[in-house]
């Protein structure tokens, strides 16, 4: 048996049941889940292409493929072929089986940023590999290294890191012949700052040698329960994880490939619902500075990352006694353990009664 941390979210059930005690109920801020409609547009498609009885391709349609490229060279400044396109059945699915996929072996390492969504580290230990948390990445020694995860905006932090430092990556990754992937699944949702792709020319010099990005379209548009994502990048790897994915079955069903090709080929309801983040974000995080937490970081992507200086589960307690529950900083590396994650994927409604017991 693969040794396996316990899951986090177990840990916060004694204080979801406090939160849940609150006269006027619980105000979850703990978990990214999204909580608004699924665009028209969307279920549209995925109506249309209920009738599929055969086997879909792992490969995804090819209006599918071109679909995620044309999103990437609209709005990202990002030029792929769709033959470097392909689906995933979310995210986190990747994230836990890429270095499993790319034949990384026992006892390598698996490098990935020292706060970290809890995945990244799960993903090495199913490969038997040796998990390795890290921001000081450039000051390590030559010792070959297979794989590199990258997080920008990042989760939990929504710091965002700049081409110059994702240059560095690139650049120190290829004099290793490591693969460098990038995990983008908030990248549209820039505040402050604008993030940018692994495979912008800006960054990776116009090569995608070694590089693979992750995108999902969980937050961008409401497609959490659809399990629809996509990993671009080197063609080469692209093709190596096709080979494996086959033989192993890994599937996106073909009206959810349907539904994905519809909602990146339309901007306009990613933009309503970016809009909604905004302003749930203006309210939350004056109402906690208010209170008395410090907000750092999170330039961009859908969290708040905060303190009060105290620990972060005495901090958790402290919001659950208000019905607010929150994540603590510590389920994502030791170096959050004065830190709380809040989430601005609830409803207005939550939102505001968050706010209004904060004050």
Not at 43 to 48: F, G, S, Y
Not at 79 to 89: Q, R
Not at 129 to 141: R, V
Request: charged letters at 25%; glycine letters at 8%; aromatic letters at 6%.
């Amino acid at each position: 048996m693969i040794a396996l941390p316990d899951f986090p979210w177990d840990r916060l059930a004694p204080y979801k049941e406090r939160a849940q005690a609150h006269p006027d109920g619980i105000a979850d801020l703990s978990v990214g889940t999204p909580v608004d409609p699924v665009p028209e547009v969307v279920r549209r498609a995925l109506a249309a292409a209920a009738d599929s009885p055969g086997y879909p391709m792992t490969y995804g349609t090819a209006e599918l493929r071109r679909a995620a490229a044309g999103w990437l060279r609209r709005r990202h400044g990002v030029v792929v072929e769709p033959k470097a396109v392909l689906p995933t059945i979310g995210s986190k699915e990747l994230v836990a089986w890429l270095p499993t996929l790319l034949g990384v072996r026992p006892g390598q390492r698996v490098i990935f940023p020292e706060l970290a969504y809890p995945t990244y580290d799960v993903g090495a230990r199913l490969a038997g590999a040796e998990p390795f948390a890290t921001d000081g990445l450039l000051a390590l020694g030559p010792e070959p290294v297979p794989l590199v995860w990258v997080n920008s905006p990042s989760n939990p932090t929504g710091r965002v890191l700049p081409a110059e430092h994702l240059r560095k990556v690139v650049s120190w990754a290829r004099e290793r012949g490591a693969v460098v992937a990038s995990d983008e699944c908030y990248i549209e949702l820039g505040w402050e700052e604008r993030p940018v792709s692994i495979l912008h020319p800006d960054v990776c010099g116009g090569s995608h040698e070694g590089l693979l990005a992750v995108h999902s379209l969980s937050k961008r548009s409401n497609l959490a329960g659809y399990r629809a994502a996509f990993v671009a990048g080197d063609p080469e790897l692209i093709m190596r994880l096709l080979e494996v994915r086959k033989h192993a079955g890994m599937m996106v069903p073909a009206p959810v490939q349907a539904a994905m090709t519809a909602a990146l080929d339309d901007d306009a309801h990613a933009e309503e619902q970016r809009e909604r983040y905004a302003a749930r974000r203006a309210l939350l995080r004056p109402a906690l500075e208010k209170a008395g937490w410090r907000v750092e970081h999170s330039t961009a992507g859908l969290y708040l990352w905060a303190t009060n200086g105290a620990g972060c589960w005495e901090q958790v307690r402290e919001l659950a006694e208000k019905g607010i529950l929150v994540a603590p900083g510590d389920f994502y590396g030791t170096a959050g353990e004065r830190h709380v994650r809040i989430a601005v994927t609830a409803s207005d409604e939550r939102i505001s009664a968050a706010v209004g017991r904060l004050q």
